[in-house]
């Protein structure tokens, strides 16, 4: 399984402050109004620099209350995960199954 640390790969100083922000521990996903706040990078930008890493980005599949795309680190998902649910995310990456997210 590919290594889902960020740091050491985002070195760019635009797209630091977003990955921090999404290791923040106070918060467990991220919208990305807040990640565009605290980076001052526009949605847009925010949205590119998110694309560009896709190995450290997990995208939830539920929105927010208001509606609002949400975001949070793979490896903070997948720690998140029970045993049985860490086993099958490995088997179906292994097996070829993308999950589209």
């Known amino acids: 399984m590919e290594s889902m640390e960020w740091r050491g790969v985002v070195t760019d100083p635009r797209e630091v402050p977003i990955f921090e922000a999404l290791e923040d521990p106070e918060w467990e ?19 590119g620099i998110l694309a560009k890493y896709p190995q450290f980005v997990r995208k939830s599949i539920t929105p927010s209350k208001k509606g609002e795309e949400l975001y949070t680190l ?11 649910e860490k086993i099958w995310t490995i088997l179906s990456s292994s097996s070829g199954t993308t999950s589209g997210s």
């Open 74 to 84: 793979q490896q903070r998902y997948f720690e998140a995960k029970n045993p049985v």
């Open 29 to 47: 996903w991220r919208t990305l109004g807040a990640l565009s706040r605290i980076s001052g990078s526009s949605l847009d930008e925010v949205r």
